[in-house]
């Protein structure tokens, strides 16, 4: 639920950390349970694993009593559920996750709904249903689960008759054009996968009327409807429609199913909640161009469409209108002011973008903002080459220190101020919001105030606290609050990271041990007549205590 992807998610999903009831809709029935006497087995944790086992294809809905979405969906189901049952015999159930959390936690419910599909006795691996919710998408989609995902032709005729006819096509088709066997498993795999997005076909035979396709595999785009594209015509498509994979005895899995995730995108295209999905699934580094009228939109389609050209297979590139997305751009480390372009490299999380204006020259601006194509190619070329330099998001280098012991860092100065060729520098990556860093603030402190009394080891280690929340450390990217760090004097490397729980007395053990110069806080309390502070300790167990509810703090602070 990272990189920005949430807020379009939550338009479809209700998160599993919602308590509260949402809005109340004129839906068919009174909440998302599904009632007695329809086609939906309802299941509890005691007859669940009974049902799966009993039955070779069943698709399961997850869901809440108060989850407005599941509630739209429900009719749907039903439908779908009545004719699966009927034509083929496949089953549906409902576990209420408000009653049996249990088996959902089990099960790694996300969201509400999570409809997931269960074939011979188990969860399938890629389980999640994706599609559209509605009665006949659910149907077909249950139903192909059925026949063999590939589906093999004898002849060019036939392929092109049942597959490949404009009005065949509501999917991209793949068609394999050999048979080794090694990569007909791999496509067959992928086949399972991807059937709700794509039609896989495999002809051998085909390929002897064109030769220059034996031993390929070609993915098809299905025709653009003539009527949709003039009220709309927004997307740079690939011209033609064919893509080719050479190689193929070096093809896995991983790759096969990453080519044709962004094989099947346009090469410039306009964001909506569905095509917007497709971009997160390529995992591609992705572009945004961030527009504020459709006149923009349209003068640099055709550009970022030969950059999308260009640089398929590497990253993405994807138009937004600023109106509806404005709030997005703070996931990019971007202000408000468009247009902008900026580059998300989904992999690693890191942002590009191109400079933007101080927000007094924004203020004080009277013609609109001109992108420069020269230095959007530019900035994309030099993200390729591993030499564009990604955007920090920081505070300010504070004026003025608050504790006179820990001196506070963030993202701007965190890299210089870490790494000290005489000192040892003890870091706490904390988060306002956490409450385990809330504790431990006073622990450490402390700590620091007993080193600064001493003379030598006031010299010899530093204390330095982060808010790694609202910091990206991109040279120590802070996963969890709080975390503890020790970069020992004169390393330039990443630094030694406290485990398990900290309270006092372990952090004064982990600066002894990972530090340089091996400072013993217990010698300095004797030295000091200081006696063992108990107090601060006793946190340990509160902390053991809570770190489920801390946990689940964070989380829910993901899906925000
Ligand atoms: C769509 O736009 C392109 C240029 O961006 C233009 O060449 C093409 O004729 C347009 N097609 C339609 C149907 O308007
Ligand atoms: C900093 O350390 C000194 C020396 O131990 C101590 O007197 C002072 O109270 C500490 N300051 C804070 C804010 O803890
Ligand atoms: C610590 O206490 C001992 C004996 O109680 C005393 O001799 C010593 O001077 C004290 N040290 C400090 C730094 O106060």
């Known amino acids: 639920m990272r990189f920005g992807a949430v807020l379009l998610v939550q338009a479809l999903f209700c998160a599993v950390s919602w308590v509260a009831a949402q809005d109340q809709n004129d839906v068919q029935y009174s909440d998302a349970i599904v009632p007695e006497g329809t086609a939906i087995a309802k299941l509890t944790l005691a007859n669940f694993a009974k049902f799966i086992k009993e039955n070779e294809l069943v698709l399961g809905e997850f869901t809440v009593p108060w989850c407005l979405h599941s509630k739209i969906l429900l009719p749907e189901l039903v439908k779908a559920a009545e004719r699966l049952d009927a034509d083929k015999g496949i089953k549906v159930f409902q576990v209420d996750c408000s009653v049996d959390g249990p088996l959902c936690d089990q099960i790694g419910i996300a969201h509400y709904p999570s409809l997931k599909t269960f074939k011979n006795h188990k969860m399938m691996k890629d389980n999640e249903y994706t599609g559209r919710r509605t009665a006949n998408d659910i149907y077909d989609f249950m139903v192909n689960h059925v026949a063999s995902p590939v589906k093999r032709v004898q002849d060019v005729a036939q392929l092109h008759e049942m597959y490949l006819a404009p009005d065949k096509m509501e999917n991209p088709a793949v068609v394999y054009y050999g048979a080794e066997p090694q990569f007909d498993e791999i496509f067959g795999k992928a086949a399972n996968e991807l059937l709700n997005s794509f039609s896989f076909v495999s002809c051998a035979q085909c390929a002897s009327e064109n030769e220059d396709l034996r031993d390929k595999v070609v993915l098809y785009m299905p025709p653009v409807d003539e009527r949709e594209l003039e009220l709309n015509n927004h997307t740079v498509r690939p011209e033609t429609s064919v893509f080719e994979l050479t190689d193929l005895a070096s093809v896995d899995l991983e790759e096969l199913r990453s080519w044709l995730m ?142 006179a012991n820990v001196t506070r860092v963030v993202g701007m100065n965190h890299d210089e101020m870490v790494h000290d060729a005489t000192m040892d520098v003890v870091v706490r990556y904390f988060a306002d919001w956490d409450a385990q860093s809330r504790k431990l603030e006073p622990a450490f402190n402390e700590v620091a105030a007993m080193f600064a009394m001493d003379p030598e080891a006031n010299v010899k280690v530093r204390f330095v606290d982060v808010d790694a929340a609202e910091n990206d450390i991109l040279s120590f990217p802070v996963t969890s609050f709080p975390t503890i760090a020790v970069y020992p004097a004169g390393s330039q490397g990443p630094p030694l990271v406290h485990q398990g729980v900290v309270a006092k007395n372990s952090l004064m053990l982990f600066i002894r041990d990972a530090g340089a110069h091996h400072i013993d806080g217990f010698e300095l309390m004797k030295k000091y007549n200081l006696t063992e502070d108990i107090d601060s300790d006793s946190a340990v167990d509160d902390v053991v205590a809570n770190k489920d509810a801390e946990v689940r703090e964070e989380n829910a602070h993901d899906e925000l």
């Open 262 to 403: 962004y094989s099947r995108l346009p090469y410039f295209d306009n964001a909506n909640i569905d095509n917007y999905r497709l971009y997160m699934e390529s995992k591609l580094p992705l572009a945004y161009f961030f527009y504020v009228s459709p006149q923009e939109y349209m003068d640099y389609k055709e550009f970022f469409g030969e950059l999308g050209r260009k640089y398929r297979g590497k990253m993405n590139f994807l138009g937004l209108n600023a109106l509806v997305f404005h709030s997005h751009v703070r996931f990019l480390n971007m202000k408000e002011q468009f247009p902008l372009f900026a580059i998300h490299d989904l992999p690693v999380n890191q942002k590009y973008g191109l400079p933007q204006l101080t927000d007094d020259e924004y203020k004080s601006l009277t013609d609109l903002i001109q992108l420069d194509r020269g230095e959007i190619t530019q900035l994309v070329d030099d993200f390729l080459a591993g030499t564009a330099v990604p955007l920090v998001k920081s505070q300010p280098i504070p004026e003025t220190q608050e504790n």
